[in-house]
Each structure stands twice: as structure tokens, then as C-alpha cells.
């Protein structure tokens, strides 16, 4: 026959099938052998064990019955080196005695890169043995722990993976969360540390911000040969050693501090960072076998994560003996001290939407009024200058003399402030605080005011001219309003004169309704009524006639120029007025806003 015809090595056809068919019986026997072992070694979080100790005991059994050290953390690399030779040779092997392996084919430094971890220590960093659940506990009886091999070219992978985890070096990773769940009894846990707690990367990233004001990090200890890296921390109320030199950054702030005595609490914590191993070991510690087999069972092992353990502390008995022990002061005292970084975090924020949002502060004799009034007071006024409602109980309250204090307030803003909140669980403007005491609507203010302090009263003592008053506050409080508001967010021009002259028919109604000699609605004296009114009709002006075409002045000599011109230079109500241009600015606020009555 002519060379070439069947394959190089000049087999016969049905040589080569046989010798194929052997190979795939081979292979199949192979895999069910390999699929009977995966059997013998089932892997479940459901299989767990009752407790820690359990687990560690079971797992001590497993090892000692391996010959096996339980605990073997140190990397070693002369071992390592004398296991390449037999790699090779099985891998040589595994390839037909071809072109050698690409991981024979590593040198020295090639090698000694596949196992550089975080702050270039070693740390191997082969794959766990998948699990079609995504866990690798060890179930009771179980002989063995294993792990899948280092694939081919997997130091470059380990490296990576390193690489792209956040680096510790005694600071924190790049991840806040505000409020996780569990937050309060996370931080309990983590200011006591009763017991060493372990901990995935997740969960040290997302609690641990939340505790570290307790904590003021001193040292960092490297391993040449450990994959793992310990920081040491103080509790901060053990104060500066004395000469600790200070920070030469000039970017960095100068504050102002406050010396405290030293020396206040002696413990110390550890926070071991782990890396990704496929070696048995042991946490690093005291007694750890215990939460050693915990973070195994866990599935911890083949990723990084975190212990936190109590190192060196004096404690309670306060002998000073190096007995590790509690804290001498509560979590509430540490919240004093410091801010912790997702407080500050959150502070940062809230300052740069300040930068960024719009100063809405009073302006004029209504800036003059909130700084007389910014002193702590038990009668306290939550406002925004530019509300229309927050002005109603701000010209009720000066028009009474009686003393409050300003705190201007900024409904929009989110997250709202803590105490607007106390005051008004819906966040909105005006609200009033007295005490333990709160109250929100400003109709319903105006009543309670006016109850409090009757040495200026703004309601009259008879009962008909008193229902007569309440009878119009309602129609202004109704009708009128919701014509204000119809008008003020119209945009169709098409409607614009038919809403205006819907907004003149209710203030026509008031008008023929008040005193006919005025000023004011019952005549010369300031009531409730032109307190619901005032912050509106000076809108018309401000706000509804550059926007909405409203006429710029009333009738002359009418009954509505009259009362427009008494509010417009009462005393009460120009201390609470800021310049035109403030409402001007804010007019897009109240369009946007709901309307408080059905338009």
C-alpha cells in the first residue's frame, strides 16, 4: 500500500480502532471512578454540624486518620519546589511524553509569582472543588478534606484575584453601606469581641466602618511565608503614645483637639486578613480549632476573609496582668470620642449637596428676625423661609410676642433632618416643638398658639365674630387656595384668564365678607384671618404676576388695595418677609409642590 494512506506509524486500520476503543473504556472508567469518589465526599450546608466544637472535632478525626497535621498553615516553598519534579513527570505523562506542560515550562521567578499575594507574601491560591451548591462543609465521618489541584497557569489567576480584592494595610476597602441589616447587634459584637469572630470579606467590608471609631489601627505584620496579614488596633481611649510624630500632608485639615487623658482603656484587637489557600490550617490565636473548623464548614476556605480577636488587654479585674478583657467605657462613650467612618462618610455627602443645592436662607428683615431668634428655646419653629405655611405661625408668633427659637428647615432635603422628623414623622414644613411635645399643619398651630398665650389674642372673645372668623379661614384655606394653586401650575396660556378671574371671584368673597372700614379683615386690629391670608396675597405680587400674568396692582382707592397695603407694611409681617427675589428664585418649589387642597 501507498505510504500515507491510514496514519503515521504505519498501523493497521483495526489496530488503531482497538487501541481507540481501549482508550474511551479507559476514560469511562476513569470518570465513574472519579464519580464514586464525589459520592463518598457529599458536600452540603444542610450536612453542617450543631456546633463549632463538633465540627472541629470531626475534622481533627479526618486529619489524624490522613496522617495529616491539622492546623498546617505556613506555606513552604522547598516543599513546594521538591513536588515540581513529580508534577512534570505526571504531567509529561498525561500529555503522551509531548511538549511539556505550560506550568513544567515556568521558571523560578514565573514560579515563585504564581504564589505572591497582597503585599507581595506568599499565598497559594488554587480553586476549591466545585459543589453544585456553592459549599464545602465536611459531613460527619467524612476521611478527608479535599481540594481541587492548581490548574494550569493559575498563579496568574491568584495573582489577579488578589489584586483586585481591596487592600487592607490598616485602612478599610472602598465600601460603605449606611444601614445593613442587623446593624445595632453587629456592633455590639464587634466593640465586645467576646470570642474570635470570623468574618467573609462582605461582612468586614460592610460592618466594620460602623466600629472603627472605637478603634485607632498601630501596626501592620507581614508573613514571608503565611498567606494571611495581622493589624493591630487600640481602643481610642487609650490615647497617642506619647511622641507620635504628626502628619506632615499639607493637604491634610488642622483641627482643633482637645486633650484627653490617657490610658482611659487598654485593649487591643488583632484583625487577621486571610487569603485564598487550599491548605489545611489553623486561625491564627489562642485555642482557635474550634472556629477553625467553623470558617471550613462555613465555606470561607478558597476566598478571603477576616478574624477580629481581643490580644493583650488589662480588662475588668484592672490588674494590668495582660489578661485579655473588656472595654472600660460603653459603645455610647466611643460614639462621643469619634465619628465612625460611614458617619463621616454620610457628613461628606450631605456637605457636597449643600455645594451643589441652592442656599435657601431668609434674606432682608426676615433673616434679622431668624438670627434674633436663633438662640435654644423650649418652643421651637421648624421653617422654611420660603414656605408660605411655615410664614403663617412665623407672623402669628411675633405678632404675640412670644418667645421660640427659628431653626430653618429645608423640606426637600433627603435624607430629612433628624429633628424635623421628631417633630413631623411626614418631614414637612411647619412644625412646632415644645418639650416632648410636637404639632404639625399650621391651621392647627394657629388654634394651639392662640391657646397658649392669650396676652395678644388673635381671634375675638365673641363666639360669632369667632365662628364668622373660622368660617372664612376655611374658605381660604379651600377655595381660594385652590384657585391660587390651579393658576400657579397652569400652563396652558389658553386658560390663564379664566383661572385668573376665578382667583379674583374668591378673593372678591373675602373681601365683601370683611370689615367694609378695615384695614385689616376685622378692622384695625391684626386677626387670624389676615394671618391665613398674608403669605398668599404677597405671592400674587412676587410670584403670580410675573408667571401667570396677575394684575401688578389692586383697584386704587378699592377695599382689596386697602387690605393689600396693611399687610403689606404690617410690622409682624414684614419681619417674617425676605426680598422679592427669594421667592422669585424658589416660585419652581411651590409649582412642583402638591397643592394642600383638591385644584
Known amino acids: ?18 487501541q481507540q476503543q481501549q482508550q474511551q473504556q479507559a476514560q469511562q472508567a476513569q470518570q465513574a471512578q ?62 503522551g ?45 467524612q476521611q478527608a478534606l479535599h481540594f481541587a489541584p492548581t490548574a494550569h497557569g493559575g498563579g496568574a489567576a491568584g495573582t489577579a484575584d488578589a489584586a483586585s480584592a481591596p487592600a487592607a494595610q490598616g ?62 488596633w487600640d481602643c481610642r481611649m487609650k ?30 484587637i488583632k484583625i487577621t486578613e486571610y487569603f485564598p489557600s487550599s491548605e489545611p490550617f489553623q486561625l491564627e490565636g489562642g485555642d482557635a480549632t474550634a472556629a477553625t473548623a467553623a470558617a471550613v464548614a462555613a465555606g470561607y476556605h478558597g476566598q478571603r476573609f477576616w478574624t477580629i480577636q481581643r490580644v493583650n488587654g488589662n480588662g475588668g479585674n484592672g490588674k494590668g496582668d495582660g489578661v485579655a478583657g473588656p ?45 434674633k431668634h436663633s438662640r435654644d428655646n423650649d418652643l421651637k419653629l421648624y421653617a422654611a423661609c420660603y414656605c408660605p405655611f411655615s410664614q403663617r405661625v412665623w407672623i402669628a408668633l411675633e405678632a404675640k410676642g412670644m418667645g421660640y427659637q427659628y431653626c430653618e428647615t429645608d423640606p426637600y432635603r ?11 414623622p411626614e418631614g414637612k414644613v411647619p412644625a412646632i416643638r415644645q418639650g416632648e411635645w410636637a404639632c404639625s399643619e399650621s391651621a392647627v398651630i394657629l388654634e394651639y398658639l392662640e391657646d397658649l398665650d392669650a396676652r395678644v389674642p388673635l381671634m375675638p372673645s365673641d363666639g360669632r365674630l369667632k365662628a364668622n372668623c373660622r368660617f372664612w379661614i376655611n374658605h381660604i384655606n379651600t377655595d381660594l387656595l385652590a384657585a391660587f394653586y390651579t393658576l400657579l401650575q397652569n400652563t396652558d396660556l389658553a386658560k390663564q384668564a379664566e383661572l385668573v378671574a376665578r382667583l379674583q371671584t374668591e378673593l372678591d368673597r373675602l373681601v365683601q365678607a370683611a370689615d367694609e372700614h378695615g384695614p385689616y379683615f376685622l378692622g384695625s386690629m391684626l386677626s387670624l384671618v389676615d394671618v391665613h391670608l398674608a403669605p398668599f396675597a404677597m405671592r400674587l405680587r412676587t410670584i403670580l404676576h410675573s408667571r401667570r400674568g396677575w394684575p401688578a396692582t389692586a383697584e ?23 426680598a422679592d427675589d427669594l421667592y422669585a428664585d424658589t416660585a419652581e418649589m411651590l409649582i412642583k409642590s402638591p397643592a394642600p387642597v383638591p385644584v
Open 239 to 268: 490615647g497617642r503614645p506619647p511622641g507620635t510624630p504628626k502628619t506632615e500632608d499639607p493637604n491634610k485639615k488642622r483641627r482643633r483637639r482637645s486633650a484627653r487623658e490617657r490610658d482611659l482603656c487598654d485593649v487591643k
Open 327 to 371: 472595654h472600660k467605657h460603653t459603645l455610647a462613650k466611643s460614639d462621643e470620642i469619634k465619628k465612625n467612618s460611614v458617619q463621616r462618610h454620610v457628613a461628606a455627602q450631605e456637605k457636597e449637596t449643600k455645594k451643589t443645592q441652592p442656599q435657601r436662607r431668609a434674606t432682608g428683615a426676615a433673616a434679622a428676625t431668624a438670627k
Open 171 to 232: 485602612k478599610l476597602g472602598g465600601k460603605i453601606v449606611v444601614d445593613p441589616p442587623d446593624l445595632q447587634a453587629w456592633r455590639e459584637k464587634l466593640f465586645n469581641v467576646d470570642e474570635m469572630i470570623v468574618l467573609t470579606q462582605e461582612q468586614f467590608e460592610t460592618y466594620f466602618p460602623h466600629v472603627d471609631n472605637v478603634y485607632s489601627h498601630r501596626s501592620t505584620q507581614k508573613y514571608k511565608r503565611k498567606p494571611f496579614v495581622s493589624h493591630y
Open 1 to 18: 500500500m501507498a505510504s500515507g494512506s491510514f496514519a503515521s506509524g504505519g498501523q493497521h486500520p483495526q489496530q488503531q480502532q482497538q
Open 414 to 424: 433627603k435624607p430629612a433632618q433628624a429633628a424635623l422628623l421628631e417633630a413631623n
Open 97 to 141: 511524553g509531548d511538549a511539556p506542560a505550560p506550568q513544567a515550562q515556568m521558571g523560578t521567578q514565573d514560579k515563585q509569582q504564581q504564589h505572591m499575594g497582597q503585599f507581595g507574601i506568599l499565598a497559594p491560591t488554587p480553586v476549591p472543588v466545585p459543589h453544585p451548591h456553592g459549599s464545602m462543609p465536611p459531613t460527619m465521618g
Open 556 to 578: 386704587a382707592g378699592s377695599r382689596w388695595a386697602c387690605w393689600l397695603d396693611a399687610l403689606d407694611t404690617d410690622a409682624h409681617i414684614k419681619a417674617t418677609t425676605s
Open 34 to 95: 472519579q464519580a464514586q469518589q464525589a459520592q463518598q465526599y457529599p458536600m452540603d450546608m444542610g450536612l453542617g454540624y450543631p456546633s463549632a466544637a463538633a465540627a472541629a472535632a470531626a475534622m481533627g478525626e479526618a486529619y489524624r486518620a490522613q496522617d495529616n497535621v491539622f492546623g498546617r498553615l505556613d506555606y513552604q516553598p522547598q516543599a513546594e519546589e521538591n513536588r515540581q519534579p513529580q508534577r512534570r513527570r505526571r504531567q509529561q505523562g498525561s500529555n
